[in-house]
């Protein structure tokens, strides 16, 4: 089964990597942007044992930095 | 007497033989030399160093993987029994993400990477690893990070800046810190982080020696002398 984990900033969080990339649609003359957020997505490949206590436990260990970033767990049907 | 310093050298370290020298030069000691994947820290270490670098290869976020490496769970044990640790850069950065520090290290506000010499404040003169700077203090320290913005919410700020937590802050803009925070110690005070190198500020042929005395508080305070 796959599992798409998307790690993106908390709120409030300052995004230096999103705001170049708003400044760059910005140069290239795509109007109406008023604000991007660079996130990132991880794509795991599991079999049935893993819970989504176990998922949730991955994210808060490893994939995010609980400091920073929130997360959302999503299961891919075959 | 010996003095038994100990650099971690993570795949993707780089400045692990550069803060070697600098502890060697100034304990007068051979530095020993842990690798990451090490379950063991030698024995009775007096000081443990994390070096600068882009341990494995920064992959999901700089320091990420380094903190859960096998040594860094010795680590993590040493520093709660009270065994100094200093994180420089990339090693600041593992500390952040093992816990050992509060906050984070971001990517820097103007995205450049940036390598130069900055001016710094001290802080405080108090710590293990200041005592040899006067307070308030203007020193200079190179660095050279991509990743050296730091953050952590306003309540955990506040608590750092009131129990003297903060050691070191930029007196220049430099990467968009949470106020201007350069290297912060954990609550006991036995590890610093910081983004700059003092490892390379050793001598006159360097441009200044204001980062041996980093190395001179700390050894100095240690073996009492």
């Known amino acids: 089964m796959k599992v798409r984990v998307y790690v993106s900033l908390k709120n409030g969080v300052l995004d230096p990597q999103g705001r170049a990339i708003r400044h760059s649609l910005e140069g290239l003359g795509f109007s109406g942007v008023i604000d991007a957020r660079a996130g990132r997505l991880i794509e795991l490949e599991v079999d049935e044992s893993v819970t989504d206590e176990a998922l949730d436990d991955m994210c808060r260990k490893l994939l995010a930095n609980m400091v920073i970033e929130n997360y959302r767990v999503e299961r891919v049907a075959a | ?225």
């Open chain 2, 1 to 225: 007497m010996s003095f038994r310093a100990a650099v971690v050298t993570f795949p993707g370290s780089n400045c692990d033989r550069d803060l070697a020298v600098a502890l060697e030069d100034v304990t007068g000691e051979e530095c020993l030399r842990v690798w990451h994947g090490d379950a063991d820290l030698p024995e009775r270490l007096d000081f443990i160093a994390l070096p600068g670098g882009f341990s494995y290869g920064d992959y999901l976020r700089s320091g990420a993987m380094a903190a859960r490496s096998p040594i860094m769970r010795a680590v993590v044990q040493a520093a709660g029994r009270g065994v100094p640790v200093l994180g420089v850069c990339n090693g600041f950065q593992v500390l952040t993400e093992t816990g050992l520090l509060p906050g984070a290290l971001m990517r820097n506000a103007g995205i450049r990477f940036v390598c130069r010499n900055v001016a710094l404040t001290v802080e405080n003169s108090q710590s293990l690893f200041t005592s040899h700077y006067m307070k308030g203090q203007r020193i200079t320290i190179p660095v050279a990070h991509h990743d050296g913005n730091y953050f952590a919410d306003e309540a955990t700020l506040d608590r750092l800046e009131g129990e003297g937590r903060v050691a070191f802050r930029y007196a220049e803009v430099v990467n968009g810190s949470a106020r201007d925070i350069a290297g912060v110690l954990n609550d006991a005070g036995n590890v610093l982080g910081m983004m700059p190198h003092p490892e390379r500020m050793m001598e006159r042929a360097q441009g200044g020696t204001d980062g041996r005395t980093l190395f001179e508080s700390a050894v100095r305070g240690l073996i009492g002398a």
